[in-house]
């Protein structure tokens, strides 16, 4: 894996500190600049962004084992499987994706780090950088832990409702043969997670901006509350599972309003989603 660290932001070039600033909307395709085909960008032109512009402005703590399967080839979804969506608006075509992640240190404090991935005219992620350049830091080692203290190992699962449910529908008879499986799959990791600590899950459904505020925050409260229902049935501990709905309120992609009906409907895709943030406490 190609992965770079910034360490001297202050040698950036007028211009990037420039494009900083004129591309404060992240939504255009792409914050830095010269980024090429092939997904390569010289140092002088990445430009991170302010991280009180990010949507989920606090980041989150990543799955490790996630984090290491990100490497030069892997396309937008995968790294949505493994990442979550891009924690700064990206729109459709954007050739990088941006996220604030924090880890533990050995002395129970929180590094927060900034993540780029850069991705070739083909969507697929290429180069990767942090900032700032003592990030990631080193994994903690099993030699000398912090005494008596437990570490949380927070995880973000993300499931399509177009995969779960049929459309505009969010009762369990609505639930499709596809979305059966992957539920049963995922009850199954829940419940071995329940088996080494205690956990904590919040479910959380969102819509695209089709239909009124006022249904969409319905729709999807119904949808996490009818997928918690459904890993109950499972065997997972209802006492571990707390519900909320976010409606449109959150999009990962920005459509414009002028496509097609069905083009919009496609592109809306990624919107339409429920977020299972899950801790684990051993």
Same mark, same amino acid.
């Given at each position: 894996?190609?992965?770079?660290?910034?360490?001297?932001?202050?040698?950036?070039?007028?211009?990037?500190?420039?494009?900083?600033?004129?591309?404060?909307?992240?939504?255009?395709?792409?914050?830095?600049?010269?980024?090429?085909?092939?997904?390569?960008?010289?140092?002088?032109?990445?430009?991170?962004?302010?991280?009180?512009?990010?949507?989920?402005?606090?980041?989150?703590?990543?799955?490790?084992?996630?984090?290491?399967?990100?490497?030069?080839?892997?396309?937008?979804?995968?790294?949505?499987?493994?990442?979550?969506?891009?924690?700064?608006?990206?729109?459709?075509?954007?050739?990088?994706?941006?996220?604030?992640?924090?880890?533990?240190?050995?002395?129970?404090?929180?590094?927060?780090?900034?993540?780029?991935?850069?991705?070739?005219?083909?969507?697929?992620?290429?180069?990767?950088?942090?900032?700032?350049?003592?990030?990631?830091?080193? /994994?903690? +080692?099993?030699?000398?832990?912090? &005494?008596?203290?437990? @570490? !949380?190992?927070? $995880?973000?699962?993300?499931?399509?409702?177009?995969?779960?449910?049929?459309?505009?529908?969010?009762?369990?008879?609505?639930?499709?043969?596809?979305?059966?499986?992957?539920?049963?799959?995922?009850?199954?990791?829940?419940?071995?997670?329940?088996?080494?600590?205690?956990?904590?899950?919040?479910?959380?459904?969102?819509?695209?901006?089709?239909?009124?505020?006022?249904?969409?925050?319905?729709?999807?409260?119904?949808?996490?509350?009818?997928?918690?229902?459904?890993?109950?049935?499972?065997?997972?501990? /209802?006492? +571990?599972?707390?519900?909320?709905? &976010?409606?449109?309120? @959150? !999009?990962?992609? $920005?459509?414009?309003?002028?496509?097609?009906?069905?083009?919009?409907?496609?592109?809306?895709?990624?919107?339409?989603?429920?977020?299972?943030?899950?801790?684990?406490?051993?």
């Amino acid at each position: 894996m190609k992965t770079h660290y910034i360490t001297k932001i202050a040698s950036f070039s007028a211009l990037s500190l420039a494009t900083l600033v004129m591309t404060g909307c992240l939504g255009m395709k792409s914050l830095s600049s010269g980024i090429t085909d092939d997904g390569h960008i010289d140092m002088q032109n990445i430009v991170f962004p302010e991280p009180d512009t990010a949507w989920r402005y606090q980041g989150q703590f990543p799955n490790n084992e996630n984090l290491s399967k990100i490497r030069p080839g892997i396309d937008k979804d995968n790294i949505y499987q493994l990442l979550g969506p891009p924690h700064f608006s990206a729109g459709q075509y954007a050739r990088e994706w941006d996220y604030i992640l924090k880890f533990y240190m050995p002395d129970n404090s929180v590094k927060t780090c900034q993540y780029k991935i850069i991705f070739d005219k083909n969507y697929q992620g290429q180069e990767f950088y942090w900032m700032p350049a003592d990030c990631p830091p080193k /994994p903690m +080692t099993t030699a000398s832990p912090p &005494a008596l203290t437990i @570490q !949380p190992a927070p $995880e973000r699962i993300n499931l399509s409702t177009d995969t779960l449910f049929r459309f505009d529908k969010s009762a369990a008879q609505d639930i499709l043969p596809e979305g059966r499986y992957e539920l049963d799959r995922l009850a199954k990791t829940l419940r071995q997670y329940q088996q080494t600590g205690t956990s904590t899950i919040v479910i959380t459904g969102h819509t695209d901006r089709k239909g009124t505020e006022a249904y969409n925050m319905r729709l999807s409260s119904q949808r996490a509350q009818t997928i918690a229902n459904y890993l109950v049935n499972q065997g997972v501990n /209802p006492n +571990t599972i707390s519900t909320t709905g &976010a409606g449109e309120s @959150q !999009p990962i992609v $920005e459509c414009s309003a002028s496509l097609p009906r069905q083009q919009e409907i496609d592109c809306l895709q990624p919107n339409r989603r429920v977020a299972l943030d899950v801790t684990t406490v051993q």
